[in-house]
């Protein structure tokens, strides 16, 4: 736990800035997790011998990120081209003798689909109108819900959750996400609303119930990695974060939440 605040504590100081500035700043850091979680992604499935196209994977992700931020208008073509492309070169691979090559695709479309065209939603979350307060909302209650599930579920966890996903994880921790996620979402609007200038007609109780799913959706994310790591046989995506493992171990629970927040604002404050 300590070296995990510790790192914690250092990613706050780098990103805190560029989430207040946003623009070009946001989107490298961003980018460098994304990115940084693709490249991971190859390599998790290559170690059980699939063969994603890494530069296609990675680059695709690059692009598709570059698209959503800059030129939203060529956001769909991009990914689109990524994925042909990905077709084009996996039939080449199996014109060379890769039997696999269609399994192979299909690990690298998923990779563009849930590493590039879901991550880039933390664009968009920021790019909303008064993006950096809803950005902090999201990630509040996605943070607080992960505090919660580890120091409750490490302490109190009986009764496993996930056993064959994540033997660590029990039904005492994820309570706690829900109820830590909760409790942020309206503590977070109330302190904004009273004391800052989020002008937006946003309730606590609308904040509350953000934070609820928040803290009730995003664990499946986390879910969803181990997933990928237990096919794998690897412990962690790599160890570039100490306490944190590797940037895909970083943002799984932020896909989730990223798509959520930003829908639950788009169809119901904004």
Not at 32 to 40: K, Y
Not at 96 to 112: C, E, Q, W
Request: aromatic share 18%; proline share 4%.
């Amino acid at each position: 736990m300590r070296r995990r605040l510790i790192t914690a504590l250092g990613l706050a100081l780098i990103g805190m800035p560029a989430i207040i500035l946003g623009g070009i700043f946001y989107f490298l850091l961003m980018a460098t997790f994304l990115i940084g979680a693709a490249w991971e992604y190859v390599h998790l499935f290559r170690a059980v011998k699939f063969e994603p196209q890494m530069q296609i994977t990675v680059g695709g992700v690059a692009l598709v990120l570059i698209a959503r931020m800059f030129f939203p208008e060529y956001a769909m073509p991009v990914f689109a081209a990524a994925i042909l492309v990905a077709l084009a070169y996996h039939l080449y691979a199996y014109e060379r003798g890769r039997d696999h090559a269609a399994l192979d695709f299909g690990v690298t479309v998923a990779g563009l689909v849930y590493v590039g065209w879901i991550g880039a939603y933390l664009l968009e979350l920021r790019n909303l109108p008064e993006g950096g307060w809803w950005f902090m909302l999201v990630m509040f209650c996605v943070w607080s819900g992960d505090t919660g599930a580890y120091s409750i579920g490490r302490a109190y966890g009986k009764h496993k959750m996930a056993p064959r996903l994540s033997p660590k994880k029990s039904w005492e921790g994820y309570a706690a996400s829900v109820f830590t996620a909760t409790i942020t979402g309206g503590f977070y609007v109330y302190v904004f609303i009273t004391f800052g200038n989020l002008t937006s007609d946003i309730t606590i109780w609308q904040g509350a119930m953000m934070g609820f799913l928040l803290g009730a959706l995003p664990p499946l994310g986390d879910l969803g990695e181990s997933m990928f790591k237990r096919q794998s046989g690897i412990k962690d995506s790599s160890d570039i974060i100490p306490g944190h493992g590797g940037f895909f171990d970083r943002i799984d629970s932020w896909l989730w939440g990223a798509v959520i927040g930003y829908y639950f604002l788009v169809w119901f404050i904004l």
